[in-house]
């Protein structure tokens, strides 16, 4: 029974939502509502390609810090990591495109969960970053290595070891992400995006995110 995490299904487009306020963290029931969704979207006929949001006014602010606070082993916290990873796996490798609508502040595990995302659809408003130094952690979902495939090597590092946070214009200048709309744009456009590549050839989309990949 999925409380935070909900979709629908329209023109071959699935519109998957996080609903977990007051900011969207990805505490462990949430880590396996979505990977549950994504696995149902996995296996549907009618769903061509994704589009993933956030409710509200974030898209995803990061991992459930209370959580992470309470880890009392190094193996707890590997178990933790090697989860949060084996999930953004998936998404990754989901042989339908999945566009992230990234409708506010997208940072830690949150931008590493739009960075498993094949593409990123962004507000005006939205900001980016991996604040993970600041509480004596490093991105433990893949963020150390999807960021810097997608900014390069040294931005990567820049970006990790300050902590600082960017606007969705530097992001999109940087490569981090495909389109930066108004506001009230983001869902629209992403589910635009996703209409398109979900009326193309079926075979040739799984193949050709095979082949880049």
Known sequence: DNDNITYTIEDAVATVVINNPPANALSTPVMNEIEQVFGEIASSREAKAVVFTGAGT???????????????????GEDLTAKGQGIF??????????????????????????????????????????????????????GTQRLARLVG????????????????????DLGLVNKVVPDGEVLKQAQGLAKKMASKGQVSVRLALEAIQ
């Open 153 to 172: 090597q040294s931005k990567a590092m820049e970006l990790i070891l300050t902590g600082d946070m960017i606007t969705a214009q530097e992001a999109r």
């Open 58 to 76: 974030f898209f995803i602010a990061g991992a459930d810090i209370r959580e992470i606070a309470a880890i009392g082993s190094a193996k707890q």
């Open 89 to 142: 796996n998936k998404i990754e490798k989901l042989s339908k495109p999945v566009i992230a609508a990234i409708n506010g502040a997208c940072l830690g595990g949150g931008l590493e969960l739009a960075m498993a995302c094949h593409m990123r659809v962004v507000s005006e408003r939205a900001r980016f970053g991996q604040p993970e130094i600041n509480l004596g952690i490093i991105p433990g979902f893949g």
